[in-house]
């Protein structure tokens, strides 16, 4: 049987400066590859050696969708929960739904976008 991993995920959000340096600033990573996408507009990747985040405009707004429609949330894990939430909210975003169950601790928080992420940590 085939063995993977998840290497990027592709969002189009509003203001692809803005939700990059939420990301390197939420997870550590940096921006590997910046340009002009197929489809027109700019796409930034940003993330780690192995994975990443495409965010992705035309340089328009963007059409909030429903929730879990068509997607329910981004996960991501992280090594200091509470450092995640303080850059969360700098970033003017609220965190909720505090939780901690088996396996780890987690909160979630939608972006300007209504894109969901679910911060997660695993002590």
Do not use: C
């Not at 189009?12 to 910046?34: N, Q």
């Not at 780690?48 to 707004?61: C, F, H, L, N, S």
């Not at 963007?62 to 996960?75: E, S």
């Not at 909720?96 to 979630?108: K, Q, S």
């Amino acid at each position: 049987m085939p063995q993977g991993f998840l290497e990027h995920i592709n969002i189009t959000v509003s203001d692809i400066d803005r939700s990059a340096a939420l990301l390197r600033d939420l997870m550590g990573w940096h921006d590997r590859w910046r340009g002009p996408s197929q489809l027109g507009g700019e796409t930034i990747h940003v993330g780690g050696e192995r994975d990443y985040i495409a965010v992705y405009t035309k340089g328009a707004p963007v059409d909030r969708f429903a929730k879990g429609m068509p997607l329910n949330h981004v996960g991501l894990v992280v090594d200091d929960l509470d450092a995640a939430e303080a850059v969360v909210k700098a970033a003017g975003l609220e965190p909720f739904n505090h939780a901690d169950y088996e396996p780890g601790r987690r909160f979630y928080f939608f972006d300007w976008d209504g894109i969901e992420f679910e911060m997660v940590s695993y002590d």
